[in-house]
């Protein structure tokens, strides 16, 4: 293992403290993101801590954008052992008010951009017997109200990497799927939603979660040392989880009635 990382969205919250934790390893990066201020500001952090690598702008709805890094990751690293697709984007709104436009949006980052990930970045990985770290959400999973197409994208990295699972074991190319719920960071910069309640409530999770992006990333690196496929950073997402396989009911009962609370929290003009 020659301990060469490739991760999307490392410009800031969760894929920079990911960087981080690794850089103290002394792995080399692969650090992309739309945000190149962002990027250089962790790629500084990252040699503070004793790691070392380049930056490459990636926007990941672009394919061509992901097999220019993939390249430059052949040529700079020499290929890659690992890849951490995080680059995500949050949203909300009940689906009655959420365009079709949202839901494209919504897709084309959280999902396809995984997707397009492991498609450029496989070869390097059957080459390498390297690993796949997929950074989904407890959404994918618990599906919340008033937010769908987030769950959705979400559901489908899940579904991804159960598919990858199966079909790279015969590769040694091991995968990982990763959980979280709410936890402080800035993923409410890029998010888009019909109302600024919407922005406001999901604001509220944010600042209320006891654990930081650092501690997820520390989570992270323990569960992929010991081969967990689903890594739940959350206790309470853990306990969602168990609830959800035991007894889906209670769940989808407790989640109408957030649905509700949601609705006259935010229309209090209507209905």
Known sequence: MQNR???????????????????????QLALSDVNETGLKETLALVRAAGGDGFTQRCD????????????????????????????????????????LEDWDWQIAINLMGVVKGCKAFLPQ??????????????????????MSNYNVAKAGVVALSESLLVELRQQEVAVHVVCPSFFQTNLLDSFRGPTPTM????????????????????????????????ILPHEQGRMAWQLKQHNPQALYDEMTSMAEKMRAKGKPTQD
């Open 199 to 230: 922005k406001a409530q999901v604001g509220k999770l944010l600042e209320s979660s006891p654990i930081s992006a650092g501690d997820i990333a520390e989570y992270i690196y323990q569960k992929v040392a010991q081969g967990e496929f689903m």
């Open 125 to 146: 990985l059957q080459r390498s017997k390297g690993r796949i770290i997929n950074i989904a959400s407890m959404a994918a999973l618990m599906q919340g109200p008033a």
């Open 60 to 99: 990941v709805r672009d394919y061509s954008q992901l097999t220019a890094l993939a390249q430059a990751c052949e040529e700079r690293l020499g290929g890659v052992d690992v890849i951490v697709n995080n680059a995500g984007v949050a949203s909300g709104g009940f689906f009655a008010e959420l365009s």
């Open 5 to 27: 990382m490739m991760i999307t969205g490392a410009g800031s919250g969760l894929g920079r403290e990911i960087a981080l934790r690794w850089a103290r390893a002394g792995w």
